[in-house]
């Protein structure tokens, strides 16, 4: 069992910054892939990025790429979200999820544990 807790969500104009925090305790977080997904009211849950165990490697939604940076810190059990250049459409509760697969996934199922979210709002 991994338990997962966001932080670090509030509301920001359009253009600034935000980073969030998911820290995990439970089992070996350095053995999970880590991804990032958004919920606005109304839509369904959106893929934003995922890193893989060593944080070798990311990958990243188009609609995101160049602004979003996910980063890990296995001694610390904890993962980042660093949003840049934010958009009033980047506005949603960001959730971090967890998978044993040696890559992320787009796909929501694949993940087996996720934490109860942050919520990012920002404003034009």
């Known amino acids: 069992q991994v338990h997962l807790v966001e932080s670090g969500g509030g509301l920001v104009q359009a253009g600034g910054s935000l980073r969030l925090s998911c820290a995990a305790s439970?089992?070996?977080?350095?053995?999970?892939?880590m991804g990032w997904f958004r919920q606005s009211p109304g839509k369904e849950r959106e893929f934003v990025g995922w890193i893989t165990r060593t944080g070798g490697s990311t990958y990243y939604v188009d609609s995101v790429k160049g602004r979003f940076t996910i980063s890990r810190d296995n001694a610390k059990n904890t993962v980042h979200l660093q949003m840049n250049s934010l958009r009033p459409e980047d506005t949603a509760v960001y959730y971090c999820?967890?998978?044993?697969?040696?890559?992320?996934?787009?796909?929501?199922?694949?993940?087996?544990?996720w934490g109860q979210g942050t919520q990012v709002t920002v404003s034009s």
């Open positions: 439970g089992r070996t977080f350095s053995a999970y892939t």
């Open positions: 999820e967890a998978t044993g697969r040696l890559y992320g996934t787009a796909t929501g199922s694949a993940y087996d544990y």
